[in-house]
């Protein structure tokens, strides 16, 4: 029997959804978006130093993405050497309560294949579990 929730899902809204994952899909643009929640404003190679295995090329193309749907602000200093800072914009800053669901989702997925499949099969999940933002960072930042 067809969920009735499903059945509500209409091309519109399938449209908005579509649209929403085409601004978040990316390899690295949750983790960007984690650094900026934690710390707020960030510099360029702050950023690159604190997302392991991202080189400068993607951090660029993953930043100049977020900074065209204005999630992130780019500020350029007038000095020399240059100094650019990255922080939410008010819209970007939307976007937050979201990632928080999709984070506590995770995590009740994650103790469900535990108790599907045993710890020793899902470890490298919980491993990433274990860099996910908690409450503090959360309610920091909304």
């Known amino acids: 029997m067809p969920d009735e929730n499903i059945a509500e899902f209409d091309e ?6 579509t649209t929403s ?7 690295w643009k949750f ?3 984690f650094q900026l929640m934690t710390n707020e404003t960030m510099r360029y190679n702050e950023l690159l130093r604190a997302i392991p295995g991202i080189n400068k090329r993607m951090l660029t193309l993953q930043l100049k993405e ?8 780019r500020k350029v ?6 100094k650019v800072e990255y922080s939410f914009t008010q819209h970007g800053r939307s ?3 979201v990632i928080r669901v999709m984070s506590d989702w995770g995590e009740t997925h994650a103790q469900y294949l535990v108790k599907e499949y045993g710890e020793e099969n899902v470890g490298t999940l919980l491993n990433r579990l274990k860099n996910t933002p908690d409450n503090e960072v959360f309610n920091k930042v909304t």
Do not use: A, S
């Open 31 to 33: 983790m960007i978006i």
């Open 95 to 97: 976007l937050l309560p």
């Open 21 to 27: 994952l085409d601004i978040l899909v990316g390899k």
């Open 12 to 17: 519109f809204v399938g449209c908005n959804f």
């Open 66 to 73: 977020l900074e065209y749907h204005k999630i992130i602000h």
């Open 77 to 82: 200093y007038n000095q020399i050497p240059p």
